[in-house]
């Protein structure tokens, strides 16, 4: 059964760090691109990385470019995002992504990762 | 990178058919047959219903239909029923490997 699962979300100050995790299960995970899709209380989706599967390309949102990176580990099926200088609007539930393939859909999610930047 | 433009509501009688809108640029939803479509129910992850503007996954309801004119996708849903009551988001692919969704549409089936 396909299953993604995502760690590391919490309470973190303004201008901290925080490094939240996904690990895949049921899946060749070195053949696909994975993705982060967050989502602020109340509103919409906002996609925020992607990365392919061989983390040769990479793609960042604007409002997040220069203060996080998404990452990979093939041997460990993990997708990672790391990020920096937090701000108060990076409040969301975190949801990690898989793409369905070249079609640029994503079409397994995770429960996702709360992550609540307050002082 | 500015989000797709949806209405923020819709809704309709069980049986009828809506169709939501998802507006833009030629810099996105115009420039790639690569528009997909999502369904998102209260404290869930979201589902995906259409990908590559018009192709269903197996498993999604042939009641979902998408489709695309220039810078406009379009999902329709057909015979509305009371478990299609949830949000839905359009994203798009944007070039570089960067993606924007739609601003959501809230659909009640009334």
């Known amino acids: 059964q396909v299953q993604l699962v995502e760690s590391g979300g919490g309470v973190v100050q303004p201008g901290r760090s925080l490094r939240v995790s996904c690990a895949a299960s049921?899946?060749?995970?070195?053949?696909?691109?994975m993705n982060w899709v967050r989502q602020a209380p109340g509103k919409g989706l906002e996609w925020v990385a992607g990365?392919?599967?061989?983390?040769?390309?990479?793609g960042y949102a604007d409002s997040v470019k220069g203060r996080f990176t998404i990452s990979r580990d093939n041997s460990e099926n993990t997708v990672y995002l790391q990020m920096n200088s937090l701000r108060a609007d990076d409040t969301a539930v975190y949801f990690c992504t898989k793409d369905l393939g070249p079609g640029g859909a994503f079409d397994i999610w995770g429960q996702g990762t709360t992550v609540n930047v307050s002082s | 990178q500015s989000a797709l433009t949806q209405p923020a509501s819709l809704s309709g009688s069980p049986g009828q058919s809506i169709t939501i809108s998802c507006t833009g640029t030629?810099?996105?939803?115009?420039?790639?047959?690569?528009v997909s479509w999502y369904q998102q129910h209260p404290g869930k992850a979201p589902k995906l219903l259409i990908y590559?503007?018009?192709k269903r996954p197996s498993g999604v309801s042939n009641r979902f239909s998408g489709s695309k004119s220039g810078n406009t996708a379009s999902l329709t849903i057909s015979g509305l029923q009371a478990e299609d009551e949830s949000d839905f988001y359009c994203?798009?692919?944007?070039?570089?490997?960067?993606?924007?969704f739609g601003t959501g549409t809230k659909v009640t089936v009334l």
């Open positions: 030629s810099s996105d939803v115009g420039s790639y047959n690569l």
């Open positions: 049921g899946i060749s995970f070195n053949t696909f691109g």
């Open positions: 994203c798009s692919y944007a070039g570089s490997r960067t993606y924007v």
């Open positions: 990365i392919s599967y061989d983390e040769n390309n990479k």
């Open positions: 590559e503007d018009s």
